[in-house]
């Protein structure tokens, strides 16, 4: 069973029905989806809710066509970006969906995610990487063919896995070089050719942090639509080694006291924080 987390399809299935890209314009009354960078656009000063026709400021000016990616509450719900530098309408605000905005709840953060992740893939599918020919869609999915050569595109979602390393009541946490001062989180990286998800466990943690891992189990998984990841979380037990940072991606690598760990990842809605708050505690 996945885990209830944000950005995965079962956060939003008693609202949301997903359904494939309309074949012909869709005029139907419905709700929107209007993205800015990874911030939402709701109305200011109200209980957050998804903007509908009759509340779409007519001076918000999509990048591209707009999209229906499915149905809300039964009525189509489309999805637009407008530009990061356009001034928002008076009344409205864009609100982060990555981080745990208290002002944006869950679902429309899954939701706005949703709409993020489909509108890169139609922003990075309209050519051909083989020849460069025009890619026209296929029928009922969001795939593409190419014209000109027959090849055929869909979506590219990308494999991750993220572990929690555990040596009896001690937790493995890094600091990646990217992130503020101060932060740590768990091991991560993305899937190389020719490695299973449990291959690619032992080479990132012995990359980040130096060390061999093992008794590598799965626990859970997360759509994290920044662009377009897959999040494989596992947890690993310590096997060997001195822990040292690769000193490049990863600047600090420590073993924590289950009960007096550092300031943690930022995002709430994240997998990394989830394993860490469920399996971060020995069973006594
Ligand atoms: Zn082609």
Redesign the pocket.
């Known amino acids: 069973m996945s885990p209830l987390l944000p950005f995965n399809a079962t956060m939003v299935c008693d609202l949301f029905t997903p359904l494939p890209p309309e074949q012909e314009p869709d005029d139907t009354p419905g709700f929107w989806v209007v993205l800015q960078g990874a911030a939402l656009l709701v109305r200011a000063g109200v209980e957050q809710a998804l903007l509908t026709d009759e509340t779409l400021p007519e001076d918000i000016i999509p990048e591209a066509e707009p999209l229906r990616i499915g149905l809300w509450q039964g009525q189509s719900l489309r999805a637009m970006r407008i530009a990061r530098d356009v001034p928002l309408p008076a009344g409205y605000e864009a609100l982060p969906f990555q981080v745990a905005d208290i002002r944006l709840g869950n679902t429309l953060a899954t939701i706005a995610g949703r709409a993020a992740q489909v509108l890169h893939w139609e922003r990075r599918s309209r050519f051909?990487s083989?020849?460069?020919?025009v890619l026209t869609r296929i029928p009922d999915g969001w795939g593409k063919r190419?014209p000109?050569?027959?090849?055929e595109h869909y979506p590219h979602i990308h494999p991750c896995i993220i572990v929690l390393v555990k040596r009896g009541a001690e937790l493995l946490l890094i600091r990646n070089a990217a992130w503020n001062t101060g932060r740590f989180s768990l091991v991560a990286g993305f899937l190389d050719f020719g490695e299973s998800l449990e291959e690619c466990v032992q080479r990132e943690v012995r990359e980040e942090a130096g060390i061999e891992v093992t008794n590598i189990r799965y626990v859970g998984s997360q759509c994290w639509p920044f662009p377009s990841q897959q999040m494989v979380g596992f947890l690993a037990d310590y096997a060997g080694g001195e822990v040292k940072p690769d000193g490049v991606e990863v600047v600090e690598a420590y073993w924590f006291q289950e009960d007096a760990l550092p300031m943690l990842p930022g995002s709430k809605r994240s997998i990394s924080r989830w394993i860490i708050e469920t399996y971060g505690k020995s069973v006594s």
């Open positions: 051909c083989h020849c460069g020919g190419c000109s050569c027959g090849d």
